[in-house]
T-cell receptor
Framework: SQQGEEDPQALSIQEGENATMNCSYKTSINNLQWYRQNSGRGLVHLILIRSNEREKHSGRLRVTLDTSKKSSSLLITASRAADTASYFC????????????FGAGTILRVKS | EPEVTQTPSHQVTQMGQEVILRCVPISNHLYFYWYRQILGQKVEFLVSFYNNEISEKSEIFDDQFSVERPDGSNFTLKIRSTKLEDSAMYFCATLKVSSYNEQFFGPGTRLTVL
């Protein structure tokens, strides 16, 4: 399977600090995406990085992708209490429109 | 900004009962998906639907499950005879043809089977 796995499982930081979460996967992919989920709520799409891209930015988010190591990282800079949530990576492979395979997620807590 | 909507937000049912979960996709999206998340676990793929037919389904999606798009707008997931282990959050997701498989998720329906 192409399962993504995140680490750490949980991360607790102070407001203003940076948070880095990592994701690994097993097979070749087309894209890797990061989603945020507030407790008991839906999944919010954060950013998508294609397999031929190495780095992408969106506001305070920076995503890197290393296809040789089959890994990605999500960096949230200058974290805020509102960033407290679970963060999941999801990969897709094969034909367009194929399913997403999610990792187990990182629970981020930002303390104010 | 257009959003995927789902109803109901919470459904409580007795074991063995049928439930129908509803999703209204974003209007120009053509691919539809159901995923589920058991409490504290990963989000798991159930089924994908394109051009009025199932394109892929997981092992979870057995004969108790079915999907349809009855009126060209709503996308439904039916569970014929619910089991306790069907208790989970069910997410609908949609995708438009021109994007890079960026799937947009609804807020989910929390299904509790008693």
């Amino acid at each position: 399977s192409q399962q993504g796995e995140e680490d750490p499982q949980a991360l607790s930081i102070q407001e203003g600090e940076n948070a880095t979460m990592n994701c690994s996967y097993k097979t070749s992919i087309n894209n890797l995406q990061w989603y945020r989920q507030n407790s008991g709520r839906g999944l919010v799409h954060l950013i998508l990085i294609r397999s031929n891209e190495r780095e992408k930015h969106s506001g305070r988010l920076r995503v890197t992708l290393d296809t040789s190591k089959k890994s990605s990282s999500l960096l949230i800079t200058a974290s805020r209490a509102a960033d407290t949530a679970s963060y999941f990576c999801a990969t897709d492979a094969g034909e367009y429109g194929n399913k997403l395979v999610f990792g187990a997620g990182t629970i981020l807590r930002v303390k104010s | 900004e257009p959003e995927v909507t789902q109803t109901p937000s919470h459904q409580v049912t007795q074991m063995g009962q049928e439930v129908i979960l509803r999703c209204v996709p974003i209007s120009n999206h053509l691919y539809f998906y159901w995923y589920r998340q058991i409490l504290g676990q990963k989000v798991e793929f159930l089924v994908s639907f394109y051009n009025n037919e199932i394109s892929e389904k997981s092992e979870i999606f057995d004969d108790q499950f079915s999907v349809e798009r009855p009126d060209g707008s709503n996308f439904t997931l039916k569970i014929r005879s619910t089991k306790l282990e069907d208790s989970a959050m069910y997410f609908c997701a949609t995708l438009k043809v021109s994007s890079y498989n960026e799937q947009f998720f609804g807020p989910g329906t929390r299904l509790t089977v008693l």
